[in-house]
């Protein structure tokens, strides 16, 4: 998201007289003044403590970087644990639905509340919706089934090889497939 990018700009801080590109500007130019006058100490310790700044610089940024990776996996998790949870309930009101339209009644309330939670759940993730059987529905994620009908299919997450948590379906941990809303970005 924009917001990611944005955090990463604060991180790099470029441009800026601060930033990395000029702490390694620094550095190389107290070397090339040591390299000039090799017997002034004062320039021995010049490169010194621009080595040393120059480290601390890559030290505070990946620190910084690697909070950032854990901030997105956390959020991608809260994501999955939403996905989930409204998955689940519309489910349930899937069922619940079924059981009173085949007693006669009108499950009107139950429609418009699962209504909502499939709007929720368009904010999390691109679904594709059908109708089922018995005015259930079937939301589809990426081709494969999250809800249909009285079955839900859950999501969990796994590590990519930068660390970086995927989405995948609990049950065969393959990659889901995400081409919008919220966890995409």
């Not at 991608?76 to 006669?104: F, T």
């Not at 209504?115 to 368009?122: R, T």
């Not at 018995?134 to 089934?145: A, K, L, P």
């Amino acid at each position: 998201t924009q917001q990611s990018l944005d955090k990463i700009e604060v991180i790099i801080n470029e441009p800026s007289d601060s930033g990395l590109r000029s702490v390694i500007d620094q550095f190389w130019k107290s070397w090339e003044d040591l390299a000039q006058n090799p017997e002034n100490s004062s320039n021995r310790t010049v490169v010194a403590q621009r080595g040393e700044a120059l480290a601390e610089t890559f030290q505070h940024m990946y620190k910084q970087l690697v909070d950032l990776k854990q901030d997105l996996n956390a959020n991608v998790m809260i994501c999955v644990e939403q996905i989930n949870s409204l998955g689940s309930q519309i489910r349930d009101l899937n069922v619940q639905i079924a059981a009173i339209k085949r007693s006669g009644q009108s499950p009107n309330d139950l429609e418009d509340k699962r209504d909502v939670l499939i709007d929720d759940l368009s904010k999390l993730i691109k679904i594709n919706i059908s109708d089922g059987e018995n005015d259930m529905v079937n939301i589809q994620i990426g081709g494969r089934s999250l809800v249909q009908g009285a079955l839900f299919n859950k999501l969990s997450t796994v590590d990519d090889e930068d660390g970086m948590h995927m989405v995948v379906w609990d049950d065969t941990k393959v990659r889901t497939d995400i081409s919008g809303g919220e966890i995409m970005a």
